[in-house]
């Protein structure tokens, strides 16, 4: 879960923000992970909600692993 806030903190928020900003746009970006147990948490469903990322607990993620 750290590491993954880390993640979203020092890489997501950063780039999402610069592409927002290129494009004139503030509009909500949509996030897509799987469902793995460090990244599906209550802290980062917060993170994410609370800087207007598309992203809650009721949307569906992809299976654990999917990535591979």
């Given amino acids: ?3 993954m806030i880390q993640y979203i903190e020092m890489i997501i928020i950063p780039y999402i923000n610069k592409v927002r900003e290129s494009i004139g746009s503030n509009t909500p970006a949509m996030i897509i ?3 793995f147990k460090g990244q599906i948490t209550a802290a980062v469903n917060s993170l994410l ?4 990322f598309m ?3 009721s949307l569906p993620t992809l299976p654990t692993a999917s990535n591979h």
Avoid: C, K, L, V
Avoid at 49 to 52: D, I, L, N, W, Y
């Fill in 1 to 3: 879960e750290t590491t």
């Fill in 55 to 57: 992203f809650a607990s």
């Fill in 49 to 52: 909600e609370a800087t207007a």
């Fill in 33 to 35: 992970m799987d469902n």
